[in-house]
């Protein structure tokens, strides 16, 4: 298996988790916050990753950052068709980009791996939320991180 053939699976299931989350969460679950704590809500994490993946997959396109920016507005990240179409068209963006690339360069690896990394925190993040606000823990998530 390639670099790049390994880049798109761990991507994939990354994708997946997250609209395997979306899915199972209430609804309601999405504006929720951590008590006791300073935190953001579930929607605005959902934001998070909707921001970096297509943030990234412009810079991963361009070989160049251009900054942040976000389709998805806090105010639709609480509703659920809303976060699972920013979702679905920030995977199917930054997929587009990873399969017309020709070539990696520095700069592109480094986005890469800096977006990878970027969606593996925020899973470590929501799993947080999922046993501080004793919501359900899908069974992918379960199967990847060893939860109960």
């Known amino acids: 298996m390639s670099l790049s053939d390994v880049i798109r699976t761990n991507f994939l299931r990354s994708i997946g988790l997250y609209q395997e989350l979306v899915a199972e969460l209430p609804e309601a679950a999405l504006a929720m916050k951590l008590p006791g704590i300073p935190s953001n809500s579930i929607g605005h994490q959902l934001w998070c990753v909707v921001g970096a993946r297509e943030s990234f997959s412009r810079a991963i396109r361009a070989g160049a950052w251009s900054g942040f920016s976000c389709s998805l507005t806090s105010e639709r990240s609480r509703e659920r068709a809303a976060v ?6 920030s995977a199917d963006a930054l997929l587009g980009v990873l399969s017309d690339l020709e070539s990696y360069n ?4 480094r986005f890469v791996a800096d977006l ?3 969606e593996a925190a925020h899973h470590g993040q929501l799993i947080r939320y ?19």
Not at 106 to 109: G, K, L, S, T, V
């Open 130 to 148: 999922l046993y501080g606000l004793k919501l359900p823990i899908p069974g992918g998530w379960k199967a990847k991180y060893a939860l109960d």
């Open 84 to 89: 699972q179409r920013a979702l679905s068209s």
């Open 116 to 118: 990878l990394e970027h």
């Open 106 to 109: 520095d700069d592109r690896n």
